[in-house]
């Protein structure tokens, strides 16, 4: 018995003393999301992507806002948000102590600005999505010229591109294509 004690004694401590001591997480640990507004587009990718049904994003066409939420008390960390975001405005950190007193501070929030349609005026997408599109062409090599010729494009939404795109069925001749086509 006083073996077993000398050689307890010669090995030591072979736990960390956590929480009086920091604990070092490995590599590649995936803790609490990180969530930065400031390089956020309000694309989505993210919302689509969780399994958990942890971010959420809200549109609210009467005030042209996009509210993205995080809810950690949902959250599963399984890093699927970091995979899909564009622009890294979501990351996994390292931080896994999550305990908080009131459950109002496991939300993330962030509000953006819909653009709006330079045809129609309604809201259709997030102004800073509309600008990182505008700043990938330029990144791309297309001028700056180019692009701005091309911003009354990017602010029309989809209803009104279709509308656009339709063909007056006074200036088509079918019959013309079909007795073309006829003949050969």
């Keep these: 018995m006083l ?19 920091p604990l070092e997480v490995s590599h590649g640990f995936r803790g609490k999301p990180q969530y930065d507004a400031g390089q956020c587009i309000a694309c989505g990718a993210c919302t689509m992507a969780c399994p958990a049904n942890a971010l959420t994003m809200e549109t609210d066409l009467a005030k ?60 259709f997408a997030p102004k800073k999505e509309v600008d990182y599109v505008m700043a990938l062409l330029i990144h791309s090599g297309m001028s700056l010229d180019d692009v701005e010729q091309q911003r009354s494009h990017f602010e029309t939404c989809p209803e009104c591109k279709r509308k656009q795109n339709i063909v007056s069925h006074h200036n088509v001749m079918l019959n013309q294509h079909r007795n073309e086509g006829s003949n050969s």
């Design 64 to 123: 042209g806002t996009r509210q993205w939420q995080l809810f950690l008390g949902r959250c599963i960390f399984c890093g699927r948000c970091e995979e899909v975001c564009p622009t890294r405005a979501i990351v996994l950190s390292q931080e896994f102590e999550l305990a908080v007193f009131n459950k109002a501070d496991l939300y993330q929030r962030a509000t953006f600005t819909l653009a709006h349609c330079q045809q129609c005026q309604q809201p």
């Design 3 to 21: 073996k077993l004690f000398k050689t307890l004694l010669k090995v030591g401590d072979t736990t960390v003393k956590y929480p009086f001591k």
